[in-house]
Structure formats: structure tokens, C-alpha cells
């Protein structure tokens, strides 16, 4: 650990970011590491697994027997499957709520001094602004709205207008937005498998209840034998539609959870936004004002 880390920081990433307090590289913003977020959903995996056993074990009602092989008639894998992708893309929701926690701490940091109600900001005090900001806060550069800031007040040397600026923090606003948008496509992918995953389950369960129907069938026995093989195929049947049962619950369960989190990211941008405005954009005073000359017979 370098001296500079070493520094008490009024914020620190590589200590607040749940991916860069473990000692790996923390992704942008409010993007999630995949193979971070399966570890911990095969670990949650396993955690559930562990507690629903001892109830099986003791011969549990089917809801306990559907989440074990789909049940002692279907002996399929597909539901151990199904929670290990509700239990990787839960992972990756509560990482991502974890990181939108640690974006939110960066609006508390005061930019400029609180005492000066009326303080500009220009071309003369934008790289002590910067500076400041640098000794309080340790990898600005991964909090969206300090690196906003910074990218503003580093170009004022290149900015004429105010109405510059705002456009530079309009358009650093939308990235983010887009960039934000972007790092939901993992988890809705996993969101469109778990189900697809249920179906081919209970297609799976299908098959073998039939199969085993036609098998005797096909091998004339009698009446009674035929009886308890189409009550054995009913049951299997039922079983089987189980398993797409446990996939849609846990599609339904993950899509109103993260449709709760992109509200929240939504009013995390606006915020930012708010936050960017108040501390740079109202306070700019960077249009030059050049001096015209006054005829001797107007003085």
C-alpha cells in the first residue's frame, strides 16, 4: 500500500466498492464483475440447498421435493440448474445495489467551500477545485459525480461559455445514462434463461413420463398393469410442470427486483445531475469580457 492510500480519505473506493475491498479491479461505476457475482450465487446456491436439505431428508412435503431432482418420479437436474442462475442473477442485483450505495456517498462531498455561499468558480481556481477534490477522496475517477466535475473543470482552458460547460455536462450525463443502461443486459439475459430452462425441465418430464407409458403399451400387459402405469404418468406429470413453476416464480421475483434498482439508478442520474449543477454549472464565471474602447467625445 502506497503512501497516498495510506491517507485518511473522506471517501475511498478500493475500501467502500465491494469488488475493489476484495483486491480485484472495481468496474466502472455501478457495473458488476459476471464471475464475481456467480461465485457468490453458487455459494447462495449452496447455502439454500443446505438448509431445504435436512427437510427433505426427512421426507418434506412436495414443495421441499421439487427443488430436489423435481421430485422422486422425475429425477431431473434442471431445478438444481434453475436456482443456481435466480441465485447468480440475485448476486449480481445485490452487488449492484452495494455499488449504487457507494455512488451515493460521493453527492455528500462538498466541492467548493460551504462558508461562501456566493463562490465562483473560473478559470483561475477550477485546478485547485480539482486538487481539493483528489485530497478528500481517493479514486475520484470511480465516482460518477466527482469525474463529471472533473472532466468539466479540467477543460475550462477550452471552454469559452457557460453554455459550454452545460453542454459538456449534458453530454457526459447521457454516457452515463447509456452506460448504466447497458449494464443490465447480463442479468436480463439470465432473467429470459431461468424460464426457457423450466420449460425444457418440464419437456424433459414429459418425455419420460410418455415414454415410460408407451413402454408398457407396447408390451401388452393387462388392464390393471396399464392403470397404475397412467396413474404413475399423471403424477409425472405433474412434477414435471413443477419445475417451470419454480422458474417462472423466480423470473417473476428477480424482474420486480431489478425494476426496483433501475428506479433507483434513475434517480441516482438525476441526482447526480442536480449535484453537478449546484456545485459547478450555477457557479461558473468563465465568459471573458473584452474591454471596447470609448471615443474621447462620449467621455
Known sequence: MNMRTKKKYELNFDSLDPEASLGMTGKKYTAVNNWFAMFLGAAF??????????????????????????????????????MFLTFWCLAFLLLKWKKLAVQRRALSVQVVPGQFSNYVI???????????????????????????????????????HVSEVSAVMNDLAENDAN????????????????????????????????????AVVASGA???????????????????????????????VIQLLMTLLIQKEEEFLDACSGYCYDNVTSRLRVDEVIPVAVPEQMQ
Open 45 to 82: 446456491t449452496g447455502v439454500f440447498y443446505l438448509i431445504l436439505y435436512p427437510f427433505y431428508a426427512r421426507g418434506g412435503g412436495q414443495m421441499i421435493q421439487m427443488f430436489f431432482h423435481g421430485g422422486a418420479a422425475n429425477r431431473s437436474t434442471v431445478p438444481y440448474y434453475t
Open 179 to 214: 452506460f448504466m443502461e447497458s449494464t443490465y443486459t447480463f442479468p436480463k439475459g439470465l432473467i429470459w434463461a431461468i424460464p426457457v430452462l423450466g420449460f425444457i425441465g418440464t419437456v424433459l418430464g414429459l418425455s419420460q413420463a410418455v415414454g415410460g407409458f408407451g
Open 222 to 252: 393387462d388392464l390393471e398393469t396399464l392403470k397404475v402405469s397412467l396413474s404413475n404418468v399423471t403424477s409425472g406429470l405433474g412434477i414435471a410442470f413443477e419445475t417451470t413453476l419454480i422458474a417462472l416464480v423466480a423470473a417473476l
Open 122 to 160: 473560473s478559470r483561475m481556481n477550477a485546478r485547485d477545485i480539482i486538487t481539493g477534490i483528489h485530497n478528500r477522496v481517493y479514486g475520484s475517477e470511480h465516482f460518477m459525480a466527482l469525474w463529471r466535475i472533473e472532466c468539466a473543470l479540467g477543460n475550462l482552458d477550452n471552454i469559452g
